[in-house]
């Protein structure tokens, strides 16, 4: 495995990534039901959500290195 995490827009790679139990952080728009219809399926994940505006890119650089660092250390502790 060449990845340890993966962080994209909701896509196809979202899936893949998932698939193959990848952890990933996922940025979503809230209009329509992308969030909750297609989100990563058992896998570790986080979840970034665009509340103010159907365009990802509100979604700060800031919040997603948070949710890599929450999402990194919720992996470290369930394989110690």
Not at 10 to 20: E, G, N, Q
Not at 60 to 75: D, G, K, Q, S, Y
């Amino acid at each position: 495995q060449m990845l340890d995490y993966f962080i994209t827009p909701d896509t196809s790679l979202l899936h893949v990534a998932s698939a193959f139990k990848i952890p990933n952080v996922g940025l979503y728009c809230m209009g329509g039901e992308n969030f909750i219809r297609w989100r990563a399926y058992k896998t570790v994940s986080k979840e970034l959500v665009a509340l103010e505006s159907n365009d990802v890119n509100e979604i700060t650089v800031e919040h997603v290195m948070a949710a890599l660092c929450e999402l990194i250390e919720r992996n470290t502790e369930t394989n110690v």
